[in-house]
């Protein structure tokens, strides 16, 4: 048996109500990292990390320094702080209003100053979290199943991650647009991002692509394509990127997107589907790389467990 068992079906439609709540949640959450850590390049400050419960923050530098999780497996949000004080809710459903009351109030319980920005970001309709009344819907069943995808994408985009002596990002949940992504960098500048997505400040974007990249990801669902996808792409993207065959079987690429797509279920239904997976990253990386004139030097093979790296 392979591990395809480990990778649960995740199809987007029967949860993309939970999957909208759960987005404007983490953006809340996000925007609470955002507002009190010192920026680092590309918005690498403020994204989340999977971890074997779900979703975290990482230790935020508020008050006596806050953690904040999403426990999807046991459907409650954490906040916890150095002194040893937590406070916690359920995830269920209710308003998006709801939630940041309850969030505010959380942190606050742990000591933390429950201050940012109100209103969510890269959505063409938004409407401010406090006034947001809408009933939300919660499928825990989804959520969990979501998370344990969540946990076999994460493995394998990291041991991608092993394979580049550039500089590289760290495997996180962008959650504006709600991906799970990892990026590698040619070392060379580029040009000016044109920005224009929606509720997103350009100078952000800007900085985001403030140099060449290489970068692929995983969406849930939404935004044009209604199942779950792994994407990848370059910017800027070189002559006749869109015609470079990449495998494996079912991957394509989105002109509407600008990039190259793998449907979840393709990875998951295949014999090895971690061979697949890493196969579809390392082919669009290739083609990116190569039409841009890379630096083949900043490869190399996949890390090995307890085996250093051989300097020469």
């Known amino acids: 048996m392979t591990d395809s068992a480990e990778w649960p079906s995740i199809p987007f439609e029967p949860w993309k109500d939970t999957c909208a709540a759960l987005h404007l949640y983490a953006q809340i959450v996000g925007k609470y990292r955002l507002a009190h850590t010192p920026w680092v390049n590309h918005s690498w400050h403020a994204t989340l990390y999977v971890n074997a419960d779900g979703l975290t923050t990482g230790l935020i530098p508020d008050g006596p320094g806050v953690t904040v999780q999403f ?9 916890s702080c150095a002194t040893g004080k937590s406070s916690a809710f359920a995830l269920e459903p209710m308003t998006v209003a709801e939630f940041d009351a309850r969030f505010k109030t959380a942190i606050s319980t742990v000591g933390g100053s429950p201050s940012y920005h109100g209103c969510p970001n890269e959505l063409p309709e938004v409407i401010p979290f406090a006034d947001d009344t809408a009933a939300r819907l919660w499928d825990a069943e989804a959520v969990s199943r979501f998370h344990r995808a969540l946990v076999r994408i994460d493995a394998v985009f990291n041991e991608f991650r092993t394979g580049f002596l550039g500089k590289v990002s760290p495997v996180h949940l962008f959650w504006g647009s709600f991906d799970l992504a990892v990026t590698r960098f040619s070392g060379r500048a580029a040009p000016l991002h044109p920005g224009g997505i929606p509720n ?9 692509y403030s140099h060449e990249v290489s970068s692929a990801g995983f969406w849930p669902g939404g935004g044009g394509i209604d199942e779950p996808c792994f994407y990848s792409y370059a910017y800027p993207s ?5 015609g470079q065959p990449v495998r494996p079987g079912g991957a394509r690429f989105d002109n509407d997107l600008g990039e190259f797509i793998l449907p979840y279920e393709a990875v998951r239904s295949a014999p090895d589907p971690r061979a697949a997976l890493l196969e579809f990253l390392h082919a669009t990386y290739d083609a990116a790389a190569m039409l841009a004139g890379w630096d083949k030097n900043l490869t190399c093979a996949l890390g090995q467990k307890g085996v250093p790296r051989i300097v020469r």
């Open 71 to 79: 426990d999807l497996q046991r459907q409650r949000l954490i906040a």
């Open 200 to 208: 997103l400040p350009d100078t952000v974007t800007q900085e985001a």
């Open 238 to 242: 070189p002559a006749d990127f869109s």
